[in-house]
């Protein structure tokens, strides 16, 4: 895929989601459905791929295609001290903060970025990257 079939495929997602975000649940406001959440995040990480959940302690964390921060909210509760995301949706980024503020967790997203993930240029660490549901959805995934 060359550069420029690139950015029109971001372009038409892009339109699509600023329209109905497929990623948004609102865990803030129903309770069951953040603990369905929870578990389903504790299953994968620490059951699954069976990491140590004090792997998240006081770690830095970037996730790319990060969308509405729904499973970033959880990364935090685990004791991440502080989450980068990168989304290219401005709607996602903004419902993004507003999770993590009302979960009282403003001061553990450092920084977002609203771009594509193939358009980065940092030289920032982190100690785990997380692309979780959008490596699958480019050229070559493997």
């Not at 975000?21 to 994968?44: C, Q, V, W, Y």
């Not at 770690?59 to 989450?83: H, K």
Request: proline content about 2%; charged content about 30%.
């Amino acid at each position: 895929m060359s550069g420029s079939e690139l950015k029109e495929t971001e372009k038409k997602v892009l339109d699509v989601y600023q329209k109905v975000n497929p990623s948004t649940r609102h865990i803030e406001a129903d309770g069951a459905l953040f603990e369905f959440m929870r578990k389903e995040r504790e299953d994968l990480f620490f059951r699954l791929l069976k990491l140590p959940r004090k792997l998240f302690k006081n770690a830095s964390l970037l996730s790319l295609g990060a969308g509405t921060g729904e499973y970033e909210v959880f990364y935090g509760l685990w004791g991440c001290r502080e989450i980068t995301c990168v989304e290219m949706n401005e709607k996602a980024l903004e419902r993004l903060s507003g999770l993590f503020q009302h979960f009282g967790m403003k001061s553990v997203l450092k920084d977002t970025y609203c771009q594509s993930y193939f358009d980065l240029d940092f030289d920032e660490k982190f100690d785990f990257v997380i692309a979780d549901g959008t490596i699958v959805h480019t050229e070559d995934p493997l």
